[in-house]
């Protein structure tokens, strides 16, 4: 019952062993560092009450969720022709489930659920596909990993410049060096709004100050334009759209900006706690990788404080991590005031900007060190003994598991790029010194398994 | 708009971070005996099209794969009424995704595909959830992972030596020390038909043989009476029932029942061959941990030669691992002749095993091992600069981010089951000698960074 070709759905994909070797390399990398600073795995399932989704994303986001049919005779309760009732309307009636749109909604509820039995301030990270039923293009998936961490259940900003330093430790064991950390908050986005005599219309601002980068300054004038936003209060915004400088600077002359707006205030000093809670933890100013960038707003997000986001510099790649802090993680789903901030780090961004930086040429990867080969019945019961030694050390190895000849299975080791061969002979036998190939080099030498042990470990 | 108490989908689970650091030292303890002995990862995406999935796992399994409704107007091209076309056919036409049901389909579906590009023998092993749309009871979820690996693209039975030592690994890891593994071949299930004159009735004797564990002989010769199996046929299984001794009897005795089958005579060399392999690898005999069964049969699988089941003894736990032979894994994907060779663990029954076994007490666990406690600004300064020395030396540290009472922080590391705390006051900061409490023992005592660490560490 051969069906001819098979495919996957598009969007989705498979990750061949290259690339989980990789792909695993950042997560453990994420992962090891999540640990170091106190953060706990969570996971929770794919598939979650679609009343627990809706509503969460925005009308476009309940259109990009994935639900899952109801099992068994799914139309035995309707009554009424479907097609009359149109899909909409009928998606909840034969569909209780979807799948995961984000990592943040099944935490707020898994908090909401189980507030009673966690030990707060909570630290949790958590790593696991989303799914998203988006048009698929070019380094936009159906199917990818988010990679989170999230304190909550406190208000301090010791977590943000925490934050600040796993976001050095984590590109700095990746081996990406240049890469810049915008910061923001939230607050000023608010403050700015109100000195320029339009209170309220804080979204508006964001989302036409968002695309700045995108789009320039002059299409995000139009667009306020477009919005209602006064000449004056266009022409009050100036400062913002070009604010040079240090850090430092760049605070003076928003202070100045805000004035007396009380907001902004707090916002700034925010900015300043966090810088200062950095250097108590590392010694030294987060000048040389953080910037503060008054026009970054990460979209229509629930941040309430610090918005933060990473770019790589030198690759042709936007942002690869992104945060921030929100005041109201559980209130939709009636836990109020409490609050937390987070860090994501964006998968396959890291893996295209690593690849782009050639960083995974010399990176240890989980796979086989060394391949025995063997010449017949004989010889391969002596390899079986090796390789018995050798993966009891702990060692990666294979033993080609038929008696074939020599090129076939060093050709075998070429395939999956093993370095090193043991080729076992019969005087090997007797002697106990076995041929050790280095197949990278193509020098061999003969050695005892204790010689060979040592070159491998290497 | 709060919508009051949310929960998840039956069947499914959140995993709480003291499940997932128990769940993640199995999957990693398994991962890591896979890649010692050269496996590498694969993983395939959660969604594979509908046509992909059903047809291979009988009518019941086709009940049981969830489906994913098609995004958008899904309704746009149906005509007739729903309700007149059925849920069945309805089905295909509204969903053209679902959720895959186990690894081994999907890693068909991707060794057909990409066949030309692998180097066989192929090695893969791929951690992932599968779900069932399954009635949820105790111990059976609608979400869970599987944890398997094969070897596909030989026939060489060192490879079932392999996957026995790999067993004996992951269990002595574990500290899962009383279990037994029970061994059978396929080609003996059939040479028995054969010999007992109902050639062919493999699949009818194997249903009702596999039954013998749970219901009895009584109950199974019941099954077979009524199947059509004759007397005479019954009476000469007899001695299939009840083998007794040890595998080399076992093996003796069975010769004697098969006589001259030819089919039936190619199992038992198998048997006997990677019984030899088995030494060959590790001096030993595997009969202290292999039973060899000629009833086990693993329900109606697709297995062709040897064919595997792990039972953990003592516990009141099911079969803890399975796997066997396969002679054509793809051939249902248009690509036929290529013969491998599994195994998969359970990792809920591990996870139970373990728990009820008392394993998981002196685990070493990726939690944090220390927590840093303060006064006041100058003190969480001053532990800021510690907690960075701390991390930047590997060692899973936090720090209180709120300035709180001594009792409230102590309290925090409790819930967190953090062994550690080091309470700094403000002579401290001068004395660089720091108090580091042992939480568990109650005791404390004064001491250096370097002496802290070493504590720590040790």
Redesign the interface.
Known sequence: ?????????KG??????EK??RR?YIMNTIKKVY????F??????????L??LT?KYGDEGD??I????N??????K??E???EV??KK??PL????A?RYDLTVPFA??V???RH?I???F??YQIQ?V?R?DRPQKGRY??FYQCDAD?VG???L??E??IL?MLE?VFNELGINAYKVKLNNRKLLTAITEVCGHPGREVDLCVAIDKLDKIGQEEVVKELLLKGFSDSAIAKLNPIFDLQGSNTEKLAKIEAFVGGNSIGQAGIQELRDIFN?YT????NSPDKFVDIDFTLARGLSYYTGAIIEVKALNVSIGSISGGGRYDNLT????VPNLSGVGISFGIDRLYDVMEELDLFKNLYT???KVLICHFDTET??EG??L??LL?SK??????Y??TSKIKKQLS?AD??KIPFAIIIGSDEITTKQYTLKNLLSGTQESLTLEGIIKVIQS
């Open positions: 019952m051969s069906q001819g070709k098979p495919s996957i759905p989705t994909r498979d990750f061949n062993p989980m070797l695993n640990q170091v600073y106190g706990l795995p969570l996971e929770t399932p794919a598939m979650e009450n009343s627990v509503g259109q990009l994935f639900k899952i049919l099992s068994g005779d799914y139309l035995s309707i009554s022709n479907p097609l149109g899909a009928l998606t034969i569909s209780e489930k799948l509820r898994y909401a659920m189980n039995e030990t707060f301030p630290r949790r596909p799914w039923a159906r199917e304190i406190t208000d301090s010791v977590c410049a925490e330093c430790q809670h108590a933890f590392t010694g209130g939709v789903f009636g989980d796979s086989t391969l019961a079986q003994k390789a018995y993966r702990g060692i990666y190895s294979e033993i598991p038929e075998y395939g999956k």
